[in-house]
Every structure is written in C-alpha cells, then in structure tokens.
C-alpha cells in the first residue's frame, strides 16, 4: 500500500476484459483512428534515415526523434520529429571566429507521419528542407535553434560578424542573419569583455573588434544542463521534446521529477522510494527562457518548494494551451517495470513503450497515450496492459486492461517465434540477405483493437554499405496468423477479408482480388494506375535479378489492380450516362 502512493500507482483503474470476439473488417473500419496512427518508422531507423535526407550540410546532426501529436489539416495526427541543431565540431574550417560568432544556432526541424511510406519506402516528410518548409498546416516562424540538446559551448550574438542561417543553393552560397532576442546576457566594455575572457579562457574575446558592446553572450545553451541549473532541487527526465507552438515558435519540453528516499514502507527502485512527474518546463529554443509549471498540486515536496521559491513553479493553468496540448504522461515512469521481451537478441530496455493514438476499448473517441503490455513473471503470454492517458482533463490517468484468466493471449515473444515459422517471411528475408542488402527488423508493435491485439511488425531493407534504410513490407500478425504485405492496409485487408463485410455500409470493391484488396476505400483510378505502374517496376526489377517468384508475384498485381481499374472505370461511365 505505502508503495504504490509513493509512486502514485495507489489510483489505477482496473477493467476486465470480456471474451474477445473474433476481430472482423467491421472492427477494422471502426477503429480506422487507430489504424491510420500505427507507428511504422522505428526511431532508430527513422533517425538514420532523416540524417541522410535532411542534414543537408555536415555541420547539422539530428541527435533523437520524438513522438507527438498535432491536428494536421483537421485531422488528429501521431508524428516523429527532429530538430536539426548545429554541430560546430563538424565545421571544415573551426576557428574562432566560425564557432563562436558566426554559427550559433541550428535551424528547424524534420517532422512526418509515423505511418506514410513513399513508392521508394522512405519517410513522407511533413515539415523539410532549408528554410523549414511545411505543405500541412504546421508553420514554422522562428526556425532558430540557439538553446537545443547538443548546444554546449557559448556563443557571442549580436556582434560586427553576420551569422550564418542556412545555405542556399548549390553552391557555397549561404544566408546571414541577426540575432533579435533577448538570450543571454549583455556585454559591456573593457572589463565585462576581460571577465568574460577569463570566464571562458580565451584570451581572443578581449581582443575580439567584433565582439562590442550591446553584443550578447549566450552560455548553458544545453537544454538539460539548463534547466537543471535554473531547477537544481529536482530530477529530470531523459527525454527532452520539442514543440512547434501555434505561433510558430520552437520550445523545449521538459519533464521533471520530484524524489525521495525516505517513504516510509515504501519500496525502492534505483535507490529512490518516491517519486512525482511534478514539474513541466518549457525551454524557448531562440532566446532560453525558462518556464516552470506545477503539474501535480498534489505533491508535498512540490508545494513546499514553491513556497520557498515564491513565483519559480507557476500553476498549470498559466500553461498557454497551445503548450498544454503537447504534454505527455513520461515515459521514465514506467521504467520500473519488467517488459516483456521480444527476442533472445533484444537488448532494449523497454522494446514495447510505445505512445499510440489510439481508441481505448470502450470509449468513443481516439487520444494519445502510452501503453504497454505484461507478461506473468518467466511466461510469454500476456495478461494484461496498462495505458497512460495524455489528452485534456484526462491526463495522467492509469487504466490496465485485463484479459481474462481462462483464455490464452499470445505474447510478443511467442508472436515473434511465428513469425520466423512463416515460410513466406523467411524466404523472402532470406532472399533479401542474399542480394546484397541487409534486413532490419523493426520492433514488434502491440496495437489494441477492441478486446484483442493485434501485432504489427515494419521491415526495412538497407543496402550493402548504404545508410538509408527503406521500409518494404508490413509484418501483421492476429492470434494464429501471419501474412506480411507491402503496406499495413494491404495485410489487413488480406487478414480479415470476408470477416464481417456484410454488416459494413462502405464495402471493399467486390472484385477485389485476393492480392491487392484494401482497407482505403477511397482509391481512386489514378491511384490504382500508381500502384500498378509501381508493382510493373517491382516485377522488372525481379526478373533482372532472376528472381521469377517475385516476378510472378508482381505481375500478379499488376493484373489484379488492372481488373479493379476496369471495374472502377466502367462504373464511373455507367455514372457519367
């Protein structure tokens, strides 16, 4: 008891899971919310792929992507996102001058869909390029990124040398800026610039003609060391995010942590027997200002520090909206759980955290969450899974969902263990490793559909000696079956395939066939035209390797798709007469 009000588990709602019916089509349909925000793009191999396409120059690394939500075009969106932060020990040429004036600051961000794949298989990409351009309704107004994650050494704004902003065209052509915020701190005259150069130990800020007074010194620019140093009396999480605010303004999201090693009866984990997700800190990314705001009022040792710091932790209601959107039930909460694992050659801590939106079983709408699965201790088979909800008045809320005791849930490991008995994967994995590319297997995915679960497997492929890997097939797997598909929708559509479509007013055209039938009901001729012409290039490329099965496969389609395109243009001139 005394440990689960320490770490605040004493108020999770628990609710029974009925006997699941089969899942049909019907089931599908109506959890299209949850379909269409599955996470196909692991974050290691979406990293990898946006530091190919969307560095831009050596100088740029993206350090970390991050989950998030936004309404995109009127639709609730779950998206991957990476800010671009400079990266002065890149630079070919590291002077003074270069790495202390001239570039100070990162620029933008990198934002897609977690589920959207190109004909190629690379990420659809949101929000690209340089300056950050954006074809949704996201907008970026201030892309400068002078406070980031990899920010660690100071810089000098403001000052008689322009900044560089971003390059432009192909050449060595760049764009110059100037600082316009209020970050850091003023220099003054010669003795302010003689502090300066023995706070730094660099002789060449006293003698700097550029550095002159009404210039600016920015220091402590690393996000985390940041906010640690303006908040020394909590803990942080590992996992800074950041957000693009309705004006267009980039900020740092941070969650901090309240702790303690004396609650009484209570048990400890990694040296603590106490802790609240108390504080949310809100870091500008242009001029470093730092926000602080009481997310549990609840809290003692909370409530006693922001009593003896009048005014640092504000109340959450000061919060702008547009920010408190953005919050997220953290995610190191939940490491003091043991997770199920995947494979014997899984080493990651938690393979199964994922944040999903989703709609819980028994609610009407989809929200954003974080979820996880659990199975019994030295079993495979799963019992139940825990959410924690983010969205509105809802945040913050545990439920577990139980299954129930006489019935037997397949475990990730299990599921994992049928996959590799399917022959159709491990031909097709196998004949991919021997074309001189490498498979990469992407993390198991648990998604909850109604009462049951089903498992999404992404696999991509990274030729040999590239770095770009490129998703190619969609593993699906439901209780005893397994089927594998170049797009989610197709798998699904061939999983539960004349499972319940009777009872669905908008049906999958009746002469679908087996191959390419779909779930996207609203494809139109030339979309069909699209995919055919792509399945045609699939089909060349196999019979230039010699590969006659997927020849046969792809040709396969290309009929398949054909015939549909028929249907479709014969019932349009039925309409048109």
Known sequence: EATRRAWKLDNVEIRDLGDASPLTMRDIEANQGTIRNVRLWDREQLLQTFGQLQEIRTYYDFRSVDDDRYWI??????????????????????????????????????????????????????????????????NITRPEIYYGELSNDYVFVGTGQPEFDYPVGLGDSSAFTSYEGLGGIEVGGFWQKALLSMRFGSL?????????????????????????????????????????????????????????????????????????????????????????????????????????????????????????????????????????????????????????????????????????????????????????????????????????????????????DRINQNTEVSRQVTLWDQAGSQVKRGNLLVIPIEASLVYVQPLYLQAEGGRIPELKRVIVAYENQVVMEETLEEALSVLFRGTGLEDVSTQLVPSAPTATASVELDLTVGDLVLRASDHYDRALNAQRSGDWATYGREIQQVGDLLRRIRDLSGTNSSENQ
């Open 204 to 416: 060449k800020i006293l003698l700097s003609q550029d550095i002159v007074r009404g210039s600016r010194v920015q220091y402590h620019r690393n996000v985390m060391r940041r906010a640690e140093k303006a908040l020394p009396f909590l803990s942080w999480d590992s996992d800074p995010y950041m957000v693009i605010t309705e004006d267009g303004r980039l900020k740092w999201l941070i969650d901090a942590y309240t702790v303690s090693a004396r609650y009484p009866y209570a048990a400890r984990q990694a040296g603590i027997n106490y802790m609240r997700n108390s504080v949310k800190v809100v870091i500008d990314a242009y001029d470093g200002d730092v926000k602080a705001y009481l997310s549990d009022a609840e809290d003692p040792i909370a409530l006693t520090m922001a009593s003896i710091f009048p005014g640092v932790l504000r109340p959450m209601s000061e919060m702008p909206e547009d920010l408190r959107a953005h919050i997220r039930y953290p995610s190191d909460f939940f490491r003091a759980w043991q997770f199920p694992t995947q494979s014997a050659q899984d080493v990651s801590s938690d393979p199964f955290l994922r944040h999903i939106i989703m709609k819980l079983p028994g609610e009407t709408t989809e929200e954003f969450i974080v979820m996880t699965p659990f199975t019994p201790k030295g079993k495979h088979n799963l019992t139940a899974w825990m959410v924690a909800r983010n969205d509105g008045d809802r945040y913050g809320q545990l439920l577990v969902y139980r299954f129930p005791r006489q019935s037997l849930v397949f475990g990730p490991q299990q599921v994992v």
């Open 73 to 138: 075009n009127g639709e609730y969106r779950q998206v991957l996102l990476s800010p671009r932060e400079l990266n002065t020990s890149a630079l070919s040429t590291r002077t003074f001058i270069n790495e202390r004036l001239t570039f100070t600051h990162g620029m933008g961000l990198t934002l897609s869909p977690v589920n959207q794949v190109t004909p190629e298989g690379l990420p659809h990409l949101f929000v690209q390029d340089l300056p950050p351009a954006s074809n949704v309704s996201l």
